[in-house]
T-cell receptor
Framework: GEDVEQSLFLSVREGDSSVINCTYT??????LYWYKQEPGAGLQLLTY?????DMKQDQRLTVLLNKKDKHLSLRIADTQTGDSAIYFC?????????????FGSGTRLSIRP | DVKVTQSSRYLVKRTGEKVFLECVQD?????MFWYRQDPGLGLRLIYF???????EKGDIPEGYSVSREKKERFSLILESASTNQTSMYLC???????????FGPGTRLLVL
C-alpha cells in the first residue's frame, strides 16, 4: 500500500539550513505537501508541489522533488527558533471513492543556539 | 481564512463511556476527515466524508463511527472508549484539485 517515510528527529544550529527528507511510494501522486505542526496545535499547510515540477521556492522554503527516486525534501534557509516544530511530508493518492492524503510520521525539528 | 473548530481541546473519559468529538468548518468544504495522531506513527486516517450523509472508512476505523448530518459538521463517535484510544484527534477539511487539507487544533483524549 501507499507509504510515506521520514526520519523522526533533526537538530540544527540557529542560522544554518535545515533539510528534511521524505520518501513516498505512490508514483501516481498528483501533489506532495509539507505541513508544519507547532506544539499544541493542528497541522498547517506550509507548501505543496505538483508532481510535474522538480522544485518550488517560497521565501526561506525550497522544495525539491525527485520523482524517479520518489524523494521529496524541504529546505529551510536561515533556520530560526520559530521554525521548531514537527514537519509532516504527505502525498495525495486516489482512494476508492475520493482522494486521500497519506502522511509521514513527522520529523521533529529542534534548533540549537 | 478557513476555520476548523473542534469541540474540546482536552477530554478525559472512563473506559466504556461513549465519546463524541465534534468538528465544525465554516468554508463550505465538501470533504472532512478524522485522524488520530500518535508519537512515531504520524497521522492515521480513521474515517472521512465527501458529502453529507456519506462516509468512508479510513485505515483504522475499528472502534469508531462517524456522523455527517450537515455539511459543516462531522462527528467522531467512540461507542465504548478503551484505553488504546487515548490519543490526539485531528479533524480536517478539504476541497478542490489541490486536495489541501485544513486542520483543527486537535482534541487530546485521555481514556482512563
Amino acid at each position: 500500500g501507499e507509504d510515506v517515510e521520514q526520519s523522526l528527529f533533526l537538530s540544527v544550529r540557529e542560522g544554518d539550513s535545515s533539510v528534511i527528507n521524505c520518501t513516498y511510494t505512490d508514483s501516481s501522486s498528483t501533489y506532495l505537501y509539507w505541513y508544519k505542526q507547532e506544539p499544541g496545535a493542528g497541522l498547517q499547510l506550509l507548501t505543496y508541489i505538483f508532481s510535474n515540477m522538480d522544485m518550488k521556492q517560497d521565501q526561506r522554503l525550497t522544495v525539491l522533488l525527485n520523482k524517479k527516486d520518489k524523494h521529496l525534501s524541504l529546505r529551510i534557509a536561515d533556520t530560526q527558533t520559530g521554525d521548531s516544530a514537527i514537519y509532516f511530508c504527505a502525498e495525495s493518492t486516489k482512494g476508492s471513492s475520493a482522494s486521500k492524503i497519506i502522511f509521514g510520521s513527522g520529523t521533529r525539528l529542534s534548533i540549537r543556539p | 481564512d478557513v476555520k476548523v473548530t473542534q469541540s474540546s481541546r482536552y477530554l478525559v473519559k472512563r473506559t466504556g463511556e461513549k465519546v463524541f468529538l465534534e468538528c465544525v468548518q465554516d468554508m463550505d468544504h465538501e470533504n472532512m476527515f478524522w485522524y488520530r495522531q500518535d508519537p512515531g506513527l504520524g497521522l492515521r486516517l480513521i474515517y472521512f466524508s465527501y458529502d453529507v450523509k456519506m462516509k468512508e472508512k479510513g485505515d483504522i476505523p475499528e472502534g469508531y463511527s462517524v456522523s455527517r448530518e450537515k455539511k459543516e459538521r462531522f462527528s467522531l463517535i467512540l461507542e465504548s472508549a478503551s484505553t488504546n484510544q487515548t490519543s490526539m484527534y485531528l479533524c480536517a477539511t478539504g476541497q478542490g484539485r489541490r486536495e489541501t487539507q485544513y486542520f483543527g487544533p486537535g482534541t487530546r483524549l485521555l481514556v482512563l
